[in-house]
């Protein structure tokens, strides 16, 4: 690894050139790029989400979970950042970088299957008071009707 530590930067927009050995993490935009450590040059973009990587600070010092592996990019390097060092992690096989894959596109299929339960409940919850006020003015019109059926079932 030609990079051994890395700088957090905390920015709001990811700069269009990248340090090598900076850490970019925007909160705004919940991202996090940094250049490969292995020095190859290429932009490393980590979405910050459950499902995804996290930015845990500890004073100066972050650390990036999970490792970052880098299997499209020619280099395959795969590494974890811990308390701004950057620690080589093992080199994967063919077999487990797919086995990756497959697990990071499950992870992905279950956050949004949590995040679409979560809108169909927000769905289900009390309206706020426009929809309460509609329903009072229908109240009326409802009794109207129901003495013009009693009227009716009377006669
Ligand atoms: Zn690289």
Redesign the pocket.
């Known amino acids: 690894m030609k990079i051994k530590q890395i700088r957090p930067e905390y920015v709001e927009y990811i700069p269009e050139r990248l340090e090598e050995g900076a850490l970019y993490i925007s909160e705004r935009y919940r991202t996090a790029v940094h250049k490969?450590?292995?020095?190859?040059?290429?932009e490393?973009v980590t979405p910050l989400s459950p499902a995804e990587w996290s930015v845990r600070r500890n004073g100066n010092q972050v650390s990036l979970w999970p490792s970052i592996g880098?299997w499209s990019?020619?280099?395959?390097?795969h590494y974890v950042i811990r308390d701004n060092y950057v620690l080589e992690a093992k080199a994967m096989t063919d077999r487990q970088i797919q086995q990756v894959k497959v697990n990071d596109r499950a992870d992905k299929a279950a956050q949004i299957r949590r995040t679409n339960h979560a809108n169909e409940m927000a769905a289900l919850a009390p309206k706020p008071s426009a929809q309460i006020t509609s329903l009072q003015e229908w109240q009326p019109r409802m009794s109207w009707l129901q003495h013009l059926i009693h009227w009716w079932k009377s006669l």
């Open positions: 490969c450590c292995c020095g190859c040059g290429q490393v880098n990019y020619p280099c395959r390097s």
